[in-house]
């Protein structure tokens, strides 16, 4: 299983946001461009795969690949099924979690209770990590990477507590979305072994 945990740090709380304004929207557009990152390929949905948005530290709109019905590839409608979760957020109470549509969840919850629900081994995607390549891929990985912003001083010392692994994947500064894909194919070809 694949996860990934993005947090985003200047996303609304609430679904009054704007569908033209993206960007303007505490960057949604870059955490939707993650879930699709995350859950896409050429034709395809990675079932083996899950995209949790932190949201505030407040609430966590989670994307099953195994689950999710026509997900598609623009900023837009990724962004809309984000304000459908938030919409819906009244329905999250304690743990349980409300499912507005097919494989999106959303939780009343920040990162430490969305990654003590989280199984694998905890990957921290940092600039300052260990180089990827000299990690063994793990089969069952949770990947930790935030928007366009650096973790907080408490997120970096809870990701210390944490994270099994604090890794790079290249020597270049990536996107949050671009990371994801880099991820998944770390993992496709067992650490750039297998073609």
């Given at each position: 299983m694949r996860?990934?945990?993005?947090?985003?740090?200047?996303?609304?709380?609430?679904?009054?946001?704007?569908?033209?304004?993206?960007p303007g929207a505490g960057r949604l557009d870059v955490l939707c461009r993650c879930v699709t990152s995350g859950l896409l390929t050429s034709h395809g949905v990675r079932e083996d795969a899950t995209v949790s948005l932190v949201l505030g530290d407040e609430y966590t709109v989670r994307f099953e690949g195994r689950e999710i019905r026509r997900l598609n590839p623009d900023e837009r409608s990724t962004g809309a099924r984000i304000r459908d979760a938030l919409a819906a957020?009244?329905?999250?109470?304690?743990?349980?979690?409300?499912?507005?549509?097919?494989?999106?969840?959303v939780g009343r919850r920040g990162l430490e209770a969305t990654?003590?629900?989280?199984?694998?081994?905890?990957?921290?995607?940092h600039e300052d990590g260990d180089p990827v390549v000299e990690v063994d891929p793990p089969a069952d990985a949770t990947f930790v990477l935030s928007d366009h912003r650096e973790f907080t001083a408490e997120e970096a010392?809870?990701?210390?507590?944490?994270?099994?692994?604090?890794?790079?994947?290249?020597?270049?500064?990536l996107h949050a979305d671009q990371a994801i894909t880099v991820a998944h194919n770390w993992l496709d070809t067992a650490g750039f072994t297998r073609y």
């Amino acid at each position: 299983m694949r996860r990934f945990v993005v947090v985003g740090h200047e996303a609304p709380l609430d679904p009054g946001f704007s569908l033209d304004d993206l960007p303007g929207a505490g960057r949604l557009d870059v955490l939707c461009r993650c879930v699709t990152s995350g859950l896409l390929t050429s034709h395809g949905v990675r079932e083996d795969a899950t995209v949790s948005l932190v949201l505030g530290d407040e609430y966590t709109v989670r994307f099953e690949g195994r689950e999710i019905r026509r997900l598609n590839p623009d900023e837009r409608s990724t962004g809309a099924r984000i304000r459908d979760a938030l919409a819906a957020r009244d329905g999250a109470i304690g743990a349980m979690e409300a499912n507005p549509s097919p494989g999106v969840y959303v939780g009343r919850r920040g990162l430490e209770a969305t990654l003590d629900r989280l199984d694998g081994i905890v990957v921290e995607l940092h600039e300052d990590g260990d180089p990827v390549v000299e990690v063994d891929p793990p089969a069952d990985a949770t990947f930790v990477l935030s928007d366009h912003r650096e973790f907080t001083a408490e997120e970096a010392d809870l990701l210390a507590e944490l994270a099994d692994v604090r890794a790079t994947l290249g020597p270049e500064r990536l996107h949050a979305d671009q990371a994801i894909t880099v991820a998944h194919n770390w993992l496709d070809t067992a650490g750039f072994t297998r073609y």
